[in-house]
């Protein structure tokens, strides 16, 4: 926003200046051609008789007796009264110096009031203070006009510079009151010599283009307002990040995000597999797979068996199993089987293309950011305040956030310096690294061994409470012990707290692969059991059904009604328990987190916070403490949480919505606790800039979880009686169906081709030889970079140092200089107030106009204008005359000693 | 008009009393306009502004040029700058005296350079002589701590305060004389990705 605002400033600035100067140009030229037609002219316009009269006293002074020093006062004092009169009437007709200023509306400036004049008149005894210098001008002027060309010529320059002058007046950095009157002193000056001007239609058009200029940047403004505040808790979020730095508002954006990926599986799947089979399906009760079995009718409404996600839960929309595997459905004809697989299918596709995405827009992101490294400090020292926060709350936060972005810039900063002891450090991380491999070992060997008899003790009869759950009770002790074994261990490498968060999910992200192993292995036992039990009730439930219709004892004319639903014998739907396995894990993981929470930190919280007054030792400051926010745990929560989402939505397709549920809650409730409840951590460290190691956790997980997918679609044979693929030899044949049902032949043809492994093989190998050549190319465009930032760095080095050297010279320099115009300061002391500003003014317009001189010039007028009130002194005069060729309009304006000769 | 004030709220009343003199006012104001990046209306209102800071004070006829001054304690505490730590340091830049009490041209002046319209340049110059806490036209070590304990409102302790003043000055001073210069603050706020954004009051 910052950009185009200035952009637009400059833009309208500069349209001013330049139609400043057009207008100027095209009235020098007709001047200069008739500079005598010019004054009668004016005469006759003048309202007051007489004012006639200097005129034509001017234009007689061109006599050569006009050198004479009387009369040269007497013609001063009458410029000076003229120039009283026209201030008095310059309300109507200054338009040839305001027109630049287009809101002018005419009738205002006509109405000139009473009070109006007596504003005036009080100006103008300021004016009087500054006498010599206007009648200095006027001396030089009428002495000009008559004598020369170039005496002329450099009147028309003065007029312009005068018009540049008001034109970027509201840009000077002078009091309103030196303002006004600068303002008004180069108003009559360009009226006076530039006669009357073509005006009226560029000042409406400019006031026209002010007008929307001044709309657009309000309007962007307030776009951009509603821009943010369509974010959703991003005041949440900054208002953590203010307090606890940017790595804990790392998680709750990773957060954010997750949850906007969910929402997108979240309407994929519902609008296209569970709206379709709700409302076009069939109705619940009408087939044996959307029916509550006999045996279970009783209890399937009790809470604690919904809860377990059985009875009506197990047979609802939700899972796999309720799913028909009727080719189409419903009037649209909707194929909901095909659609079921691709929409699996699209699931990890979207996920993955929207991971790797986002991880190739962080790269971009983080390469574009160069200079603020150079100023990192002073950024945050001179423009991290916001001076538009107008509300208490804000302020307090933004006290909190600068103070703690300090903070990260001083942790950056002091481990960037620390170099002490290179090897030293060098073997504790290597010893650590071995420590934490032996123990990532031992836990992933003690997992083994586990699964591996609890596996025997599966077969085993009356096995105790202990052998049954051995293996979650090994995992959970793993997991609460591990975390904080790994970071005591990594105390001793010494990291950065960024680089040691992210060694800490690594490590930690190993172990719980170990967790994903041992459930992904208890549930393929799970579904080869049931597929083993598979043919026999198949055969069971042909038989029933057989017996059913054709047993005896009935009257055989008339045709038996068909066997309730409720009472088909039916398999066990490996699919359905995969998916309940996944809902339940979900679910219980969320509880299980909140109740961390709860008791981890909000009671502890209260606790420390209330029993301190009755305590033996300092509570708060001593061991129980507050909690600081665990973010690598909780980030790698998200992460495997979402590993499991991804797994089993394929199964289950209402998981998504639970999971939605799930990241909406725990928003709310985390940003609550962090705030309640936990502390700052130690030393607050700022994110890296893009979060892409959380990205690449990410996306190993769901790799991960694309795997046993995989695998199960492609080579497990679907259920005979539940969900859309039923009937079928594997849940894939459904594209064929379709291709081969629905699709032209010669589609068919190409599918066929194209699955030919002689193409795919190729195709294959092509992608590998574009992934490595884009490699390599990324990889020597990075070091390009990486060159090219060393080589600024080292630019700006010089050029330190070179300005170091040479502002040194000059402030040499300027002590000389000094010495020498010491007797003018006491006699130009006079004009010192007012010129103090301008002189410093100057040094800024000089910047502002060339980059190039400033270096030099700059240096030299700078130390000078801090001791000399006046910058214009003769003494200086030379060489800061040459240095800036385009300071004039300041120098026509305040310093008018240019025109009077160097005493 | 004194038993008026004390019978309706003093907004109102001047809001009233406005519409009737408001024709002459623009008049007036309208040459504060070449000076501002305000419109002529705009200038009104904070002409408005400015009387409901001290409606005893100010006149609402303004067309005699009265030389009053609003002090400080009503400058400071507008809900635009009363959450500014440098509040205190904007009102003297823009005084007269550099005491801190406004007269109405120091008080235009004061929000024309604050304003969203007014250029990169003209803003570091100001913020420059904020910044310079003792005026001496430079910014030195010192003015770089009272920075920054207004900023952090001394939650840093010194070491951490020396450090970051130490660094601003690694940074950006151009010269190596120790302190920030004009030059040097103007060349480092050039290079600011968000210093028009926030160096802004909107009013």
Known sequence: ?903 | MSLLYHMTSPSVLSRILARSISLRQSALFSKNKDCTFFTRKEIMRLFYRYQDLAPQLVPLDYTSCPDVKVPYELIGSMPELKDNPFRQRIAQVFSEDGDGHMTLDNFLDMFSVMSEMAPRDLKAYYAFKIYDFNNDDYICAWDLEQTVTKLTRGELSTEEVSLICEKVLDEADGDHDGRLSLEDFQNMILRAPDFLSTFHIRI
């Open chain 1, 1 to 903: 926003m910052s950009h185009q605002l200035k952009g637009q400033g400059e833009e309208g600035g500069g349209g001013t200046r330049g139609r400043a100067r057009s207008g100027s140009l095209g009235t020098g030229d007709r001047s200069r051609r008739s500079p005598s037609m010019k004054r009668p002219h004016r005469a006759e316009k003048a309202p007051v008789p007489r004012r006639a009269q200097p005129g034509q006293k001017k234009r007689t002074g061109g006599s050569p007796g006009s050198g004479s020093p009387r009369r040269k006062q007497a013609e001063r004092r009458g410029r000076r009264e003229l120039l009283g009169d026209r201030e008095r009437g310059s309300a109507e007709k200054t338009c040839g110096g305001r027109r630049k200023d287009g809101r002018a509306s005419l009738r205002e400036q006509r109405a000139p009031s009473k009070k109006e004049k007596e504003v005036r008149r009080k100006e103008e005894m300021w004016k009087q203070l500054k006498k010599h210098r206007s009648s200095s001008v006027a001396s030089s002027t009428s002495s000009g006009e008559s004598l020369s060309e170039e005496e002329l010529a450099r009147i028309l320059e003065q007029v312009e510079d005068k018009k540049k002058l008001i034109a970027s007046m509201r840009s000077k950095p002078w009091p309103m009151a030196r303002k006004l009157a600068e303002l008004r002193e180069a108003q009559e000056f360009v009226e006076k010599y530039e006669g009357a001007l073509g005006k009226g239609k560029g000042k409406r058009l400019y006031a026209y283009r002010m007008l929307m200029a001044k709309k657009w940047v309000k309007f962007k403004r307030d776009f951009h307002n509603f821009k943010t505040q369509c974010i959703p808790w991003e005041m949440k979020i900054k208002d953590i990040e203010s307090h606890f730095g940017s790595s804990v508002a790392s998680y709750f954006i990773f957060l954010r995000w997750m949850y906007g990926v969910n929402l997108v599986l979240f309407g994929l799947i519902f609008g296209l597999v569970i709206i379709p089979e709700v409302l076009m399906g069939m109705p619940y009760g009408s087939i044996p797979r959307k029916t509550v079995p006999r045996a279970e009718e009783e209890k399937a409404m009790d809470f604690s068996v919904l809860w377990d996600f059985e009875g009506y839960m197990k047979y609802s929309a939700l899972f796999y199993g309720y799913y028909n595997n009727q080719r189409t459905i419903g009037w649209l004809r909707y194929r909901l089987p095909m659609a079921y697989f691709m929409v699996g299918v699209s699931v990890f596709g979207y996920s993955l293309m929207i991971v790797i995405r986002s991880m190739a827009s962080n790269n971009q992101g983080s390469t574009s950011e160069g200079e603020s490294d150079n100023f990192t400090f002073s950024f945050k020292m001179f423009t991290s305040w916001d001076y538009l926060i107008g509300n208490s709350e804000t302020a307090d936060n933004k006290y909190a956030s600068i103070t703690t972005s300090f903070k990260e810039s001083i942790v950056d900063e002091q481990e960037s310096n620390k170099e002490e002891n290179v090897h030293l450090t060098r073997f504790l991380r290597v010893l650590a690294n071995f420590l934490i491999i032996c123990c990532l070992c031992g836990s992933g060997y003690l997992i083994y061994f586990v699964v591996k008899r609890s596996q025997e003790f599966s077969k085993m009869q009356n096995v105790s409470w202990y052998e049954r759950n051995e293996v979650e009770i090994v995992m959970s002790l793993l997991g609460m012990f591990c975390p904080p074994l790994f970071e005591t261990i990594a105390a001793l490498e010494n990291y950065h707290p960024r680089i040691g968060l992210k060694w800490q999910l690594g490590r930690i992200f190993a172990l719980f692969l170990g967790n994903l192993y041992t459930f992904l292995l208890a549930l393929m036992d799970d579904i080869q059991l049931k597929l083993s039990n598979e043919e026999t009730i198949k055969n069971i439930t042909h038989w029933t059904l057989f017996h059913y219709y054709n047993s005896s004892g009935w009257n055989e004319s008339v045709p038996r009604p068909p066997l309730h639903p409720a009472d088909v014998p039916r398999g066990s739907c490996w699919e359905t328990a995969v998916g309940i396995e996944f809902m339940r894990l979900t679910v219980s993981d969320m509880l299980v987190t909140y109740i961390t929470i709860l008791l981890g930190d909000f009671l502890r919280a209260c606790f420390v916070r209330f029993m301190n007054y009755c305590w033996c030792w300092d509570l708060e400051a001593g061991f129980p403490s507050y909690a600081e926010f665990d973010i690598s745990g909780n980030v790698l929560g998200l992460i495997f949480n979402q590993g499991m989402i991804w797994m089993g939505s394929f199964y289950a397709p209402g998981l998504v919505g639970i999971n939605v549920l799930r990241l909406l809650t725990s928003m709310y409730f985390q940003c609550w606790a962090v705030m309640s409840s936990n502390v700052p951590h130690e030393r607050v460290f700022k994110a890296s800039r893009s979060n892409n190691f959380y990205m690449g956790l990410l996306l190993l997980v769901l790799f991960l979880s694309l795997l046993p997918v995989a695998y199960t679609i492609m080579s497990l044979p679907p259920s005979f009686d539940c969900g859309p693929f039923s009937g079928k030899n594997r849940m894939y044949d459904v594209i064929q169906e379709t291709v081969e049902n629905d699709f032209p032949t010669f589609l068919g043809k190409i599918f066929a081709f194209l699955a030919n492994p002689g193409l795919i093989i190729p195709a294959i190998l092509l992608m590998f030889l574009a992934i490595y050549y884009l490699n390599s190319v990324s990889k020597s465009l990075s070091r390009a970079n990486a060159q090219l930032r060393k080589k600024i760095q080292a630019l700006r080095e010089v050029e330190k140092s070179h300005k170091s050297v040479k502002g040194r010279a000059t402030a040499r320099d300027s002590e000389d200089t000094d010495k020498n115009n010491s007797k003018n300061d006491t006699q130009l002391t006079k004009e010192g107030t007012a010129h103090h500003s301008a002189s410093q003014s100057l040094t800024l317009d000089q910047k502002a106009q060339g980059p190039g001189a400033s270096s030099s010039a700059g240096k030299t007028v700078l130390p000078a204008s801090q001791h000399l009130p006046v910058s214009r002194a003769p003494g200086v005069r030379p060489d800061s005359g040459q240095a800036r060729p385009q300071a004039h309009p300041w120098r026509s304006t305040s310093g008018k000693r240019a025109w009077r000769p160097p005493h």
